[in-house]
């Protein structure tokens, strides 16, 4: 398992994504974000190498993360939302 240097910031920013990523999906899913966000601060690629803890990770652009946003109509059914 990954050991990373964090601050209470980054832990709450982390939590945040972790929910707004993949709420639906349960614990396990919220798992499997947040290690891939830790993964992302250990692994030796082009589009992370300038990631040095989890508020850059989060907020990275482009290539950070996005939570799928969707609206109700009540016709069409689900219409899902272009991340922002």
Do not use: C, W
């Not at 990373?4 to 919220?30: F, H, P, S, T, W």
């Not at 250990?42 to 589009?47: M, P, V």
């Amino acid at each position: 398992m990954a050991v990373i240097r964090y601050n209470q910031i980054g832990v709450q920013l982390l939590a945040r994504l972790m929910r707004a990523e993949v709420e639906g999906d349960g614990k396990l899913g919220m798992l499997m974000v947040g290690n891939t966000g830790v993964n992302r601060l250990h692994i030796d690629h082009f589009e992370f190498t300038k990631i040095t803890n989890l508020k850059e990770m989060i907020f990275q652009s482009p290539g950070g993360f996005g939570a799928k946003q969707f609206i109700r109509s009540s016709s069409e059914g689900y219409k899902f939302l272009h991340v922002r």
